[in-house]
């Protein structure tokens, strides 16, 4: 495994550790989501209200890690692979956050087990993007991480299919449609968190 030069010196870890702060506010997300399934409508209006305090957490920690970076020099990781990860993690908490909104908004606190399942997944997700933006200068503990996040987004959707047909034979049209928004909003997530992991094993490739 090639070594770059910020490796061999000091590096500024003001970036990286805004990234990381990033992984940390999706897993709380995540986390708020999670609690909605089989929420009160009260409780519901609490959680969405949190996510949004958080979703305007992460955008100030985005904005924050541009101007570490723009005033770096050398960091654990080139500069632009830093931003483009603390970018894509910051979309995911929004793609979160929107989830949770349509959840409130439709009403869609009973959700059914495979929708759990997905959440499931999504947990798992948030918990090793978190590891990867701990493990930025940890290659070989970095590689097992994309891998993991790799298969895991194979899961996430056939969990996907398997919800939305099975909502499909089993409810009524409005039901069917209103989870079906919120399917398509996780859905969003796992693909942002796809481009995430993408974008580690640019840096893995690029380094070995």
């Known amino acids: 495994m090639k070594l770059s030069v910020t490796h061999l010196f000091s590096a500024d870890e003001s970036g990286a550790a805004q990234v990381r702060s990033l992984a940390k506010l999706l897993v709380e997300s995540v986390d708020l989501v999670t609690q909605m399934f089989g929420a009160s409508p009260e409780t519901g209006t609490e959680l969405d209200a949190k996510l949004d305090n ?15 970076l723009r005033s770096s020099y050398l960091t654990p990781l080139p500069r632009e692979d830093l931003y483009l990860l603390g970018t894509w993690i910051n979309r995911a908490v929004e ?3 929107i989830t949770g909104t349509i959840i409130h908004a439709t009403r869609q606190y009973r959700l059914p087990a495979r929708a759990g399942d997905v959440l499931e997944i999504l947990t798992r997700q948030a918990d090793l993007v978190l590891d990867a933006a701990e493990q930025l200068d ?6 097992s991480t994309w891998m993991h996040l790799e298969r895991l987004t194979h899961q996430a959707h056939r969990a996907l299919v398997t919800w939305r047909l099975t909502d499909a034979d089993e409810l009524l049209a ?8 919120v399917a398509r909003s996780l859905e969003s997530t796992f693909m942002t968190i796809r481009e995430f992991c993408t974008q580690l094993g640019r840096i893995l490739v690029r380094d070995s």
């Open 174 to 181: 409005r039901h069917y449609y209103r989870q079906q928004e």
């Open 54 to 68: 958080l979703n305007a957490r992460a955008s100030r920690n985005t904005s924050t890690m541009l101007t570490a």
């Open 95 to 97: 793609a979160v956050t």
């Open 138 to 143: 940890q290659v070989d503990d970095l590689e």
